[in-house]
């Protein structure tokens, strides 16, 4: 069965630090991968999207990026967080009909 | 921009009811989809109805979409305190290819 994997589960960092935030999926080969931001009480936000190994759609322009070096695996990075930046980051794999989503990762920019 | 939107945006409810939330969106979809989310957890994927379809079932789950009014509902039976969540509904627009609209969800509180 497939799975995903997303670290770390929270994190705390300072205006103007850099972020990485890894997402890694389990059992299936080439999925479509997906980032996004949740904010409080809030929907979801696509950030992100991927069909492939090196392919990345952005959805949102903002100071974060992202990148797939392998696979299965999808990284979330920023050079200099904000404080809008905080927010709950959930990654996802899937296609048109369903997407499955991992844990999230909390991120609190202080 | 959020495509969904849920109605209503809080819903309490004790063990045996029925709850029922809604979800409008604004432009022709392949299908719609929707999402329960535990407090500061991943979604899990519910149910999904094709565009093409009226209505579907999945145990205490029950779906129907209306496309002449852009407008979904979830209705879920004899609740339970484990029901206690975040639903959301999610619109996979034509042509879209796998970038969904999620609404702002219903948060829903099923007391014993």
């Known amino acids: 069965s497939q799975t995903i994997h997303q670290w770390p589960a929270t994190l705390v960092q300072p205006v103007g630090s850099p972020l990485s935030l890894e997402c890694t999926v389990e059992?299936?080969?080439?999925?479509?991968l997906y980032w996004y931001r949740q904010a409080a009480g809030r929907g979801l936000q696509l950030l992100f999207y991927?069909?492939?190994?090196?392919?990345i759609s952005s959805e949102v322009p903002q100071n974060l990026s992202a990148s797939r070096p392998q696979d299965r695996q999808f990284i979330l990075s920023s050079k200099k967080l904000l404080l809008s930046d905080s927010g709950f980051y959930l990654c996802?794999?899937?296609?048109?009909?369903?997407?499955?989503f991992g844990p999230g990762t909390r991120l609190l920019v202080l | 921009s959020q495509q969904g939107e849920e109605d209503p945006q809080a819903l309490s409810i004790q063990e045996g009811e029925n709850a029922t939330m809604n979800c409008s969106y604004k432009?022709?979809?392949?299908?719609l989809q929707w999402y329960r989310q535990n407090s500061g957890r991943g979604l899990v994927h519910l149910i999904l109805?094709?565009?093409?379809?009226r209505e579907k079932h999945s145990g205490r789950l029950r779906v129907t979409l209306d496309t002449s009014k852009k407008s979904s509902s979830l209705l879920i039976t004899a609740s339970r305190a484990a029901d206690t969540a975040s639903y959301f509904c999610?619109?996979?627009?034509?042509?879209?290819?796998?970038?969904?609209?999620f609404g702002a969800g219903t948060q829903v509180v099923v007391t014993p």
């Open positions: 999610a619109t996979a627009p034509e042509g879209g290819w796998g970038k969904f609209q």
């Open positions: 059992g299936t080969s080439n999925p479509n």
């Open positions: 432009t022709s979809i392949n299908n």
């Open positions: 109805i094709r565009s093409n379809e």
């Open positions: 996802a794999w899937g296609g048109i009909e369903t997407q499955y």
């Open positions: 991927s069909v492939g190994i090196g392919q």
